[in-house]
């Protein structure tokens, strides 16, 4: 058995020790041990082995380009040839990038991306894993549309690894990383903004053209008419005989809906250049003012410039100019057509009404709080119940 300690000693110890004195110590006693190792008593140092293997080089980063422009016109094809050959000469003098391919959209609107199909392509092929880095002009040519541009900034950056979009006017790279999204969200506002301040002037410039009577109106898909390269509007000989022959067929007698199906049996394209022939499209044609050289204007109008979807004008102003053009058909012709037009219509309405009236029953209510309202039959389609309102509205006026 060990000699038993002394408590008292050991604790009197303890206190006249102070714990400056122990620091002391101890720094003495760890500057004994490093003199001690130096004198050739220490640790010996030993170099980890070096690795005969060489390192692997690192994958090339796999790039793509998307390039825009948002017309057809002359002016702007070299602008979109140019971002072509820059992003393709860029990628290819950087020996870490491998070419994917570069994106093209050209003549297509920025607002919205369904009918980008280059720019849909390019985010399919970034979700499949095929890219790793977007090169694109600015964030006006990604798009114009704020939410659809934070949507497929948020779709690249989740993907695993994210993929980056570096928008080279404005020197940002968007890595999903959180330190650009304020900077990038206020620049796609004001990309929107921008889109929507050229689209009202842009409109303006088309209305005062309208009203001056110097606006060159699209004839895309309108048989007869195309426009020559200095815009002009030249009448096409042989889509013109067309047009007259439903003319001539119309002031025979014959019904839009059966012209409609000679021109088929004949096997005449349509003017989207389908082999079946509607009786509306024939109907359209004869009630185009153009084919008897007048113009008006503005009869549709773009409501909202992010969809880019046009409407039957009833809000705003309409243009028209007499003898705008030369014609294909002769006026008192067009004039007789609109007028054969307008019977067959009240006529076919009158017969209808007529059969309606007998089929429909109503009944009144006679008193209570919906009183003189009329109870219809739920199983009424919405048109034949537009048809009873028609009926209604005839015996109301008749009973006035």
Request: proline share 3%.
């Amino acid at each position: 058995m060990a000699k038993p300690l002394d408590p008292k000693a050991i604790e009197a110890e303890r206190k006249t020790s102070s714990r400056a004195e122990r620091r002391e110590q101890k720094r003495r006693q760890m500057q004994d041990e490093i003199s001690y190792n130096q004198r050739g008593n220490g640790v010996i140092i030993i170099p980890p082995q070096k690795r005969r293997e060489l390192a692997e080089e690192p994958p090339k980063l796999r790039v793509a380009a998307y390039c825009r422009v948002s017309t057809q016109e002359e002016k702007q094809v070299g602008s979109f040839d140019m971002q072509i050959h820059h992003f393709a000469k860029r990628i290819e003098a950087n020996p870490q990038w491998e070419l994917v391919e570069i994106y093209q959209d050209e003549g297509i609107s920025a607002t919205t991306v369904e009918k980008r199909l280059g720019f849909q392509k390019m985010i399919a092929d970034a979700v499949d894993g095929k890219i790793d880095l977007i090169l694109t002009k600015s964030i006006s040519r990604f798009g114009r549309n704020i939410v659809d541009i934070l949507d497929n900034l948020r779709t690249l950056s989740a993907l695993n690894p994210p993929v980056s979009v570096e928008f080279e006017t404005e020197g940002i790279t968007y890595t999903g990383d959180g330190r650009n999204n304020l900077l990038i969200s206020l620049l796609a506002a004001l990309a929107e903004m921008e889109s929507q301040q050229k689209s009202e002037a842009i409109k303006a410039g088309i209305r005062w053209r309208m009203a001056e009577g110097i606006y060159k109106f699209s004839v895309q898909n309108t048989l007869g008419f195309y426009r020559d390269h200095f815009g002009r509007l030249v009448i096409e000989p042989t889509e013109a005989r067309i047009v007259e022959y439903i003319y001539e067929s119309c002031l025979e007698g014959a019904t839009p809906a059966e012209i409609a199906a000679a021109l088929t049996e004949q096997g005449i394209k349509s003017p989207m250049g389908n082999d079946l022939w509607s009786a509306g499209t024939v109907r359209s044609i004869l009630r185009n003012e153009k084919y008897c050289g007048d113009a008006l204007m503005q009869k549709t109008y773009t409501k909202d410039f992010r969809t880019h979807k046009s409407v039957k004008n009833t809000d705003l102003n309409m243009y028209f100019k007499e003898n705008h053009h030369t014609a294909i058909i002769k006026k008192e012709d067009w004039i007789k057509v609109q007028k054969l037009l307008s019977e067959r219509h009240s006529t076919a309405e009158r017969a209808t009404l007529r059969r309606l009236s007998n089929h429909f029953v109503a009944y009144r209510v006679k008193d209570g709080l919906f009183k003189g309202y009329l109870i219809i039959d739920s199983r009424w389609s919405f048109m034949e119940r537009q048809e009873f309102m028609k009926i209604v509205d005839e015996a109301q006026n008749t009973m006035k």
